[in-house]
């Protein structure tokens, strides 16, 4: 079955950086695309960006310019590189794949000081 394994959050304070990890297994990977959500307390998930299978990359726009997607079709992996991190990027991010409507079970980035 479609298993997806988030990893990479933590604490940073503001204008830090962290890169999130989504190990994918159960599934042809570079078959398709892949995205990252995210969810902050009492608030509605969110998409953050998707790359497809040709890499092509599409991102929300506020975190355009500061977030990138990309995946290491060798080693079934998506990445979500995070730069210059606000306290409103707090949230639980979450791995996806829209073909399947699976969900990996998210990882907590906090930015505070």
């Known amino acids: 079955q479609v298993q997806l394994v988030e990893s990479g959050g933590g604490l940073v304070q503001p204008g830090g950086s962290l890169r999130l990890s989504c190990a994918a297994s159960?599934?042809?990977?570079?078959?398709?695309?892949m995205r990252w959500y995210r969810q902050a307390p009492g608030k509605e998930r969110e998409l953050v960006a998707t790359v497809t299978l040709t890499d092509s990359t599409n991102y929300a726009d506020f975190v355009k310019g500061r977030f990138t997607i990309s995946r290491d079709n060798a080693k079934n992996t998506v990445y979500l590189r995070m730069n210059s991190l606000k306290p409103e990027d707090t949230a639980v991010y979450y791995c996806?794949?829209?073909?399947?409507?699976?969900w990996g079970q998210g990882t907590l980035v906090t930015v505070s000081s």
């Open positions: 159960g599934f042809t990977f570079r078959r398709y695309a």
């Open positions: 996806n794949v829209p073909a399947f409507n699976a």
